[in-house]
């Protein structure tokens, strides 16, 4: 006897089942202020780079500041700084001793790191942050793609519907973008692309997969892997940064005595002081962020977090428009809809 083909909403109720996580107060909590700290980290790194428009630089910092805080929360918990290691229970074993095999398993991903965080810049230095994170909405549709091609693995035909109005609501929420900031836009496509590839590797480093190369038992907590991550990322990035920007700005300091702050626009020019405050908020907000990332990404799938990753951006664009008072037209706003909608 033929078996009975599911209807659509039993293969939608399946595939949410196969695809939610476990709800728990620790998740939502944990996404909430994730979400927040994105929006923070967003709108501070776009209010930067409209006065100081050094990717690279930015870029160079943000890793310097994961590194630091890493070891300051280590070192706070390892001394028993009351508050601490309850905060952070993942830090009560200090920084590992550096061996090769860690920064072996780590470099992979500081590459992504430090490519996607140099896209991810460029474009929001270029293009509004509402635009860059509705082009990185696109991530479900690329981890599904290479789920599907990569490992195999087969999704509900309601999954590949889904993902139609998704690329059509990006390309009408950029269809007012591409004159004159084609760069930008390819920026935000490349960079959502490595966070994917990122994702997926990372999920293979939180977990304690009998199959992984790494025993469980020598499998690095989040701050370690933040802390190495972040370090080998600085180490990398700092010969592009020389070169593209690190150099210039070391001639420009010795000669004048000040940073280039965006002259010819002074609208958006600002203090110095201004900018190294903003630059220790962001690099700070976006070790918490990073950090926030990294627990949520332990608890749930890759897809499940790309999804959770889209909510976020919707924050983002909704805390950008009020933030710098930014204007959509009719057609990016349906766009913009259209993406979220297909979730």
Known sequence: MASRRPSFVESTTNGFHQLAPPISVKLIVLSLCWYWSSAVSNTLTKSILNAFPYPVTLTLLQFAFVVFWALTISSLTWSKFPGVDRLVPQA??????????IVLTVAPMAVFQLSGHIFSHIATSRIPVTVVHTIKGL????????YRFLFGVHYSIYTYISLIPLTLGVMLACSFEFHGHLLGVLSALFAAIIFVSQNMFSKKLLTNSPTSDMEPK?????INLL??????????????WFYYEGAGLLREYIATGTLPILAEDIEKAMPIRTLMILFFLNGTVHFGQNFLAFQILGLVSPVTYSIA????????????????GQELTGLQNWGIALTYASV
């Open 139 to 146: 991530s479900p549709l690329f981890t599904v793609i290479a």
């Open 218 to 222: 020598k499998k690095l907590d989040k």
């Open 227 to 240: 802390c190495y991550c972040s370090g080998l990322a600085f180490i990398f990035t700092s010969p592009l």
């Open 309 to 324: 990753s889209l909510f976020k951006r919707v924050f983002v664009i909704i805390v950008a428009i009020i933030w710098f």
């Open 92 to 101: 009560h074993t200090g920084i590992t001793r550096p061996t090769k095999q």
